[in-house]
């Protein structure tokens, strides 16, 4: 088995058979472990022993779905967790305190941008937005306290995008933790530990469940910084449950086949809506004409599965065009196998102000697609009746 193939590591990775030599791992639903005696107990309670305890801490089924996603992602270890959010809220609260500031590209997911706004500032927390490309902001926006650098790329809806070797060269340059939220892309398209990140984020939720079934948060880094991670974790609880991590683990075997055709269905998507009249812009990283295509290209293996545009005749066009799609669901989600257009200012960016939504490249006409796996032929076919 080489030791770097994606696609066998994603599936031979496996927790170890029990009596029964299952092939395909079972689901441990059990909330807490027994020990042999009382000397067991004590050595496991005292760190002295590794081994289960509580499902709060591991599980057979999350254990399994960490080292799966450590290993894909180049990563020493990592921790998982009931939602994305829970992931992203977990690994603010274990390493940034009161006085703490955070630079923070200004295009984050919704809810993250509610923590960094709403709820962080009350325990004293501050933030500032940077734009992916614009480095100048990067480099100014540093401050004495500043802890963490925190980055979506590519972005959700823009699709910006921001060179991560030199982001964490900025980052190691003042000794400050960065950390990327890596859900657009899944460890099969870009692995930013490997590029110089502390810790990666994924919402499973989206591409690495792929099926829309489950919510789930994973975080990758260090075995130094997961301690951190865990200690938080075990004791506030957003624990993964181990049907979802059994789930997700399963998911995981088929990442990179689903991938590569989410990424080959875009690229067709984004060429087609770049030729069409009644487009004015089209956003996908593996497009020559975005901005940041060289960079794309130098990290990421392919470009994705999601698609935006922006089309001629602002909200109302952007609604006949929703209201057009048979096939296309109307969704705020993404990532999934069914293919998916949402209109960010009216749905996942309608509490931002339209400045606020101009600055992150949302217009009353921007679509946001996620291609799923249903054939070209159809899912061009919908488009283009639905533009007519
Ligand atoms: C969906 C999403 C999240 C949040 O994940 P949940 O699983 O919904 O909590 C975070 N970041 C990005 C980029 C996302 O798309």
Redesign the pocket.
């Known amino acids: 088995m080489q030791e770097d193939n994606f696609e066998t590591l994603a599936i031979r990775l496996q927790a170890e058979r029990t009596q029964f030599k299952e092939h395909s791992v079972p689901l441990y639903l059990t909330s807490s472990y027994k020990f042999d005696d009382a000397e067991e107990m004590r050595a496991l309670f005292a760190n002295e022993k590794e081994g289960n305890v509580y499902s709060r801490y591991a599980n057979p089924n999350t254990t399994e779905l960490i080292d799966k996603m450590a290993v894909l992602e180049g990563a020493e270890t990592g921790w998982v967790t009931a ?6 809220f977990t690994t603010f609260a274990a390493f940034l305190k009161s006085g703490d500031h955070v630079l923070s590209s200004r295009s ?2 919704g ?2 941008h509610q923590l960094l706004n709403g709820i962080f500032p009350k325990w004293g927390i501050s933030y500032t937005y940077a734009d992916l490309d614009n480095l100048e902001q990067w480099e100014n926006g540093i401050q004495p306290n500043t802890k963490m650098i925190f980055v ?1 790329t590519p972005s ?1 809806p823009g699709i910006d995008i921001i060179d991560l070797e030199w982001l964490a060269g900025l980052a190691k340059k003042h000794n400050i933790l960065f950390v990327v ?1 890596n ?2 892309a899944t460890p099969y398209l870009q692995q930013p530990i490997k590029l110089g990140a502390d810790i990666s ?1 994924h ?4 591409f690495i469940d792929g099926q829309g079934r489950t ?3 994973v975080i990758l880094g260090s075995k130094e910084l997961i301690l951190e991670i865990e200690g938080f974790a075990r004791h506030s609880g957003p624990a993964m449950s181990p049907f979802n991590a059994w789930l997700l683990s399963k998911s995981l075997e088929t990442l990179a086949v689903r991938m590569d055709r989410h990424c080959e269905n875009a690229l067709k998507v984004a060429n087609f809506l770049e030729s069409n009249e009644a487009v004015k812009q089209v956003r996908y990283p593996f497009l020559p004409s975005h901005p940041q295509y060289e960079i794309a290209k130098k990290q990421m293996k392919q470009g994705g599965g999601i698609v935006t545009f922006v089309i001629a005749g602002g909200v109302t066009a952007a609604a006949q065009f929703m209201d057009k799609l048979k096939m296309f669901s109307i969704s705020a989600n ?2 999934d196998t069914r293919s998916i257009a949402t209109h960010p200012a009216t749905s996942t960016h309608s509490k931002l102000t339209e400045e606020e939504r101009l600055q992150v490249g949302i217009e009353q006409g921007t679509i946001r697609l996620s291609i799923g796996l249903e054939h070209i032929d159809d899912i061009l076919g919908d488009i283009k009746q639905a533009l007519s």
Do not use: P, R
């Not at 939602?83 to 992203?88: E, F």
């Open positions: 939602t994305g959010m829970a992931a992203i984050v997911f809810s993250t979506e959700n939220d859900c657009f984020i919402s499973a939720t989206k919510l789930g948060g993404l990532g």
